[in-house]
């Protein structure tokens, strides 16, 4: 695609279809076998951790927020967080997220979240965050 097409992207699920069950997860295996190729293991093992630290209470839970490297900073991540927020905020319901960017934990921080649980990831760091219904 051309430089000046953006492809941004983020998910969005609201508890508790946020995390897969056991049938959910039989049903994607082939796909996940093929995607994660021979690591489908180490993926599941991953999503049964990040699952562990999901709070138990309704809450809406954002997905990674994807940029385009050379628009990063321009504000579009900002947008989508934003207009996710939006949904949360009308719902009266709280927000969720994992992230493993150190240097996104601040992005999230500006916009109410703070680091809940903080724990190893399969070796990676990772940051879990709840944002409270914005004051109105």
Known sequence: ??????????????????????????RIAPSMLWAARGGLLRVLAMSRLRASEDP??????????????????????????????????????????ETDVDRNVHLYERFGFTTTARRSVLGVDTHFMWRDLAAS
């Open 1 to 26: 695609p051309p430089r000046s097409t953006l492809f941004p992207y983020t998910t969005l699920f609201r508890s508790p279809h946020c995390q897969l069950n056991i049938a959910e997860m039989v």
């Open 56 to 97: 138990k209470c309704p809450h809406w839970h954002i997905g990674p927020i994807g940029v385009r490297p050379d628009a990063q900073g321009s504000g579009i991540g900002s947008a989508l967080l934003n207009a996710f927020l939006s949904t949360a905020d009308e719902s009266h319901t709280p927000s969720f997220l």
